[in-house]
């Protein structure tokens, strides 16, 4: 006997390791198997993992799986190589990705998510447990004893494997009439001689898997004159070309499994003198192919399926195979996608099939491939340029965990039968997506989940869907929302009217895009679970006519209001998810918790998982709140909100009052006197002044001891001052106006303490208003440095509009000499402007000193 030693080597996240990885993607681990020191594979192929399934069991299980239709697998319980691994490993419906048990939580808790597609059943090959339930009748799982208790019955189905707590038996037995398909697994069988079925001659499926076979009679199968479906996987003995080319003789006319066998790269024209067979179906996995070479499969004219998934194929080599509908290609080390494309043959080429392609530049390589063409679980990093996919019929693409980072524009365009693309979880981001890329006429379904998108990026196109017009199913999950504006996310639903299903969960979602789906009106379902969304827009989905489910689970919404959804939205919904949310359970939450106890049950999904967040241990449709106490708490907060604008406006209004309470009372002086028309007009009877002087009360020390020192005694004018010559008793304003009205110039000296001054600057706008209203002028003297930020308007005006004399600084470096030079030049400059007044100056003069001390 020979001894097979099974190593198992877990490896995770193979891409990661080989191409750099992505941070933050997590990947499934990767299960490769090495048989060393088996017969006939070699030290380095894959074989299954189990060697002693029970087939008949699968297929009872798989009716236990269909019964319940939770749409939900143990897959650590799958034994590789038995039909319900085939099922969900191999020949999986194409929509779906196989995920191992770590990664669980991406297995989407509908059903119908991965499988909406799947209804059309003509579009998709078949999976193995399918055929033997088709075939063997099997609809039951009631089990009876039949061949003298070697076997056991169910429908038209005998399970005679082997079992360790049975015989093992060496030959087909008898068997009832009505019985068509014989499981024969993990016997001892060893050989099959030319009468091994002599007992039986009408089976259908016959599974021989897991024998120790090591002759196989040319004329065994002959007798089977109706086999559709024999299953060779696995065998424990020697298999080869050569013991193959008896199966080939007469081989099954639907389906040939040779899976797990550890069979390697097809010896040249193997296939040659099988051209005629009406095989139609091979499936290859779990064998040993790195440099697969279509040409030898081609030979096969009447092939229409073929699978190598777990093959380590890491090169394809293309060839015309006119009669092949689907290609699985999974869980390889491809690094390029296969040639699909040919250079225009001649018609005598081609043949009678192409002769309408004669006229192209390019010829496809694979003109019926249409179900499927399975590329998921290997390492592309580049596709094609929309003009090298030559696949006019392709109905579903599987492209899952590849490790493509950038989409170029119209990359798909040219696929135009597809129905169907899956694109989940990419080995790295996809950092790069172009107008177009999914612009294909026909496409209904694009799954797009864990590709690490960022749809807010300038690199990322919102014209991406641009030609699509019949999407009915899009999934967006476990992608970047974040950082797209609303507007963007209308523009790139903007071509997808037809949209019934939309997945776009956990993408960090901010806010619902009332906007973009109130476009798509034929929607069906919206998830938008595991998203950062705290409310819900009144009428959100209004005017979604159509929609029959919502999920909004795992936000951050706190409250549900009753115009959150109309009466008409409610009555429209079948489902909805609300759960695991920050529900905060007081008065604003109990018209929601009256919608949930009122709801028809099922109603609401997941019923269990609505729990208070400010209290833990109680279920929202527990929590007791009284309606009376909440009726009288919003009359209180109304009130209190009243009371508390009101004290709002009167704070604001004292601090606006105190703060300029200055600026007020000048105002309200100004008006006062106005109103008593007192203008700008000369008293009768009063003596005129030279000069009214305009200063701040800082500066009262220059002014008295400099400047009018030298204006009244040395050149013998008279100066209007505040402090000797106001009336005592009048109103300041009243004073400040008769006093420029006596006065034939105005003179202002300005300095920093000046600009600060709220007073000084009313003054300056009444000299201001005087000046322009009696044609006169402001002789302005300059004591010191303004900053620009201290001027007000009327300053600022003065500087721009006037010419300054300055008064000059003591400078450290200045010598003596060169100060009083500039003194003598100030007052030279001074005498210059007051020359007419000089010069008319009469012989009395009277002093009146005025500042700004008044208005303490």
């Not at 092939?303 to 380590?312: G, H, I, K, R, V």
């Not at 864990?450 to 030609?467: L, R, W, Y």
């Not at 679970?529 to 006519?545: C, Q």
Request: glycine share 4%.
């Amino acid at each position: 006997m020979i001894t097979n030693v099974i190593v198992v080597i877990c490896i995770v996240s193979i891409p990661t390791f080989l191409s750099g990885g992505a941070a933050g993607q997590p990947h499934p681990s990767k299960i490769v198997v090495m048989n060393s020191g088996g017969t006939g594979g070699g030290s380095d192929s894959p074989t299954p993992l189990n060697n002693h399934f029970n087939t008949f069991q699968q297929v009872m299980d798989s009716l236990s799986e269909d019964e319940s239709d939770n749409g939900e697998k143990d897959v650590d319980k799958i034994q590789v190589g038995s039909p319900l691994q085939t099922l969900l490993f191999n020949e999986r419906d194409p929509i779906q990705t196989v995920y191992t048990k770590q990664d669980s939580g991406d297995i989407p808790k509908e059903p119908d998510f991965y499988t909406e597609y799947a209804k059309d059943s003509s579009m998709l090959h078949e999976t193995s447990s399918a055929v033997i339930k088709r075939l063997c009748n099997v609809k039951t799982k009631k089990k009876t004893p039949c061949a003298q208790n070697l076997c056991q019955c169910v429908g038209d189905l005998a399970d005679c494997s082997g079992k360790p707590s049975a015989p093992n038996i060496g030959y087909a037995p008898k068997l009832p009439e009505n019985i068509k398909c014989i499981f024969l697994a993990n016997n001892e069988i060893k050989s099959l001689i030319e009468s091994f079925f002599a007992n039986v001659s009408n089976f259908l499926v016959v599974d021989l898997s897991g024998n120790y076979l090591k002759t196989i009679s040319n004329r065994t199968f002959e007798r089977l004159t109706n086999l559709q479906y024999l299953i060779l996987n696995n065998m424990k003995g020697f298999i080869d070309y050569k013991m193959l080319r008896s199966v080939l003789n007469k081989p099954p006319k639907l389906r040939l499994d040779l899976m797990g066998n550890g069979l390697k790269e097809v010896p040249s024209d193997y296939f040659s003198n099988y051209r005629n067979k009406t095989m139609a179906q091979i499936y290859m996995d779990f064998n040993h192919f790195p440099d697969l070479n279509l040409r030898e499969f081609s030979q096969l004219e009447k092939l229409s399926f073929l699978s190598f998934a777990n093959c380590s194929v890491n090169s394809v080599t293309s060839a015309l195979m006119p009669r092949l509908t689907g290609l699985n290609l999974k869980n390889n080390v491809i690094t390029a996608f296969p040639k699909t494309c040919d250079e225009k043959p001649t018609v005598s080429d081609v043949g009678d099939n192409l002769k309408k392609s004669a006229n192209m530049t390019k010829i496809t390589l694979f003109p019926s491939l249409s179900q499927l063409l399975d590329l998921s679980s290997n390492l592309i990093t580049t596709l094609p340029a929309w003009d090298e996919f030559c696949l006019p019929k392709l109905l579903t693409l599987n492209l899952d965990l590849n490790n493509f980072t950038k989409i170029p524009e119209k990359t798909f365009t040219s696929l135009t039968s597809l129905r169907l693309l899956s694109l989940i979880r990419s080995l790295s981001p996809i950092t790069s997506i172009g107008a177009a890329a999914f612009g294909i006429p026909n496409m209904t379904t694009l799954l797009l989940n864990k590709d690490g998108i960022d749809f807010g990026s300038p690199n990322v196109s919102t014209a991406m869907f641009e030609g699509a017009f019949k999407f009915s199913l899009l999934s967006l999950k476990d992608n970047h929302f974040g950082n797209i504006s609303e507007a963007s996310i209308e523009e790139l639903f903007w071509h997808m009217r037809g949209l019934r299903n939309l997945y776009i969960s956990f993408c960090g979602l901010k806010q619902i895009p009332v906007q973009a789906l109130s476009q798509l009106s034929h929607l069906q379902k919206i998830m938008l679970s595991g998203n950062d969304i705290v409310e819900i827009p009144p009428k959100a989905f209004e005017s979604l006519k159509e929609l029959e489910r919502l999920s909004l689970d795992a936000n951050h919404i706190s409250c549900v209001r009753e115009n959150s959804f109309s009466n008409d939205t409610i009555s429209r919904l079948k489902e909805i998810d609300l759960s695991k949310n920050d529900f905060l359970c007081n008065c604003d939450l109990l018209w929601f918790q009256s919608w949930m106890r009122e709801a028809p049950p099922k109603y609401f999904a997941n019923w269990k998982l609505y729990r208070c967040s400010d209290r833990p241990s109680v279920a929202v449709q527990d929590f007791e709140q009284s309606l009376q106490a909440c009726l009288l708490g919003q009359t209180a907060k109304m009130l209190l909100a009243v009371v508390t604008a009101v004290l709002i406006v009167l704070f604001v209004g004292f601090a606006i009052g105190f703060r300029y309470r200055w600026d007020i009372r000048l105002w309200i002086y100004e008006k006062r006197m106005l109103s008593r028309g007192l203008g700008f007009m000369i008293p009768e009877g009063a003596d005129p002044y030279d000069l009214f002087i305009v200063h701040c009360n800082d500066d009262a020390e220059w002014v008295e001891k400099d400047l009018v020192s030298v204006i009244e005694n040395r050149w013998k004018l008279k100066a209007c001052l505040h402090s000797r010559d106001f009336l005592a008793g009048g109103h300041i304003i009243q004073n400040i106006i008769d006093s420029m009205n006596r006065s034939k110039l105005i003179m202002v000296v300005v300095s920093a303490n000046f600009a600060r001054s709220r007073w000084c600057n009313f003054e300056l706008q009444l000299c201001q208003s005087h000046v322009i209203e009696n044609d006169l002028r402001i002789l302005p003297v300059k004591l010191d440095e303004i900053e620009t930020r201290d001027m007000s308007a009327a300053l600022l005006a003065l500087y721009k509009t006037s010419c300054f004399l300055e008064w000059p600084a003591m400078d450290s470096n200045d010598r003596d000499e060169v100060y009083w030079g500039h003194v003598r030049t100030f007052w030279s400059r001074l005498r210059k402007s007051l020359s007419e007044l000089i010069k008319d100056k009469k012989e009395q003069t009277s002093v009146m000193v005025v500042d700004d001390a008044g208005r303490r």
